[in-house]
């Protein structure tokens, strides 16, 4: 998939109503720490950037849709998600492609009006099929040739805020989140 330009891009970010990301490697860095509790059951970690985190939250506040489809499953991230009032959260789900086509039906939407970030290769049926495709600048070489936008960010480094923002700005919200804080 070409790169879009500028203006391009802010046409289709325009169009965005829902923003859907894999988890591992785009809302954290991709490690996952492990420990056994007291009770001898597996416990799993990951890190969010703060940055990241209110993000979302701004996306939540200013009427877009937000989501996840990991294919992973941690009791962490759902509540995490919760947290940042995300409306789709989805786990241990690969067949992302089949995920997307039930979100769209929930939100009344198209591909076409889903921003997906991504990062490494089981994201590509949904990239594929975005209105905006984004990969994180450590994803995958595969993804980031996918992608219409490849982010400045790294996944778990503030690669979500840096979406949010210009997709924020893009829909001439960014001013409204901004009052928020004068």
């Known amino acids: 998939m070409p790169r879009l330009s500028a203006r391009a891009l802010a046409a289709r970010l ?3 109503r829902v923003v859907l990301m894999d988890v591992d490697g785009v809302v954290t860095n991709g490690h996952i720490y492990h420990f056994v509790d007291t009770r001898g059951e597996l416990v ?15 996306l939540a506040q200013m009427g877009l849709r937000t ?4 294919g992973r499953l941690s009791k962490g991230v759902a509540e995490r998600m919760k947290l940042l009032s995300m ?6 789900r690969l067949d992302k492609k089949a995920v997307l086509a039930e979100i769209c039906r929930a939100a009344k939407a198209e591909p076409r009006d889903i ?44 690669a979500v805020r840096e979406v949010a923002e210009a997709l924020l700005k893009a829909q001439g919200l960014w001013q409204k989140v901004l009052a928020q804080f004068q």
């Open 87 to 92: 409306t789709y959260v989805y786990q241990h």
């Open 14 to 16: 325009r169009r965005v």
């Open 67 to 70: 989501g996840v489809i990991s």
């Open 115 to 158: 921003l997906y970030i991504g990062d490494d290769i089981q994201d590509l049926p949904v990239m594929r099929l975005a209105g905006v495709a984004v990969a994180v600048r450590n994803g995958r070489p595969e993804v980031r040739a996918a992608a219409h936008w490849v982010t400045a960010r790294e996944g778990g480094d503030g």
């Open 44 to 58: 799993e970690f990951k890190g969010i950037h703060a940055q990241d985190s209110i993000a979302l939250n701004w």
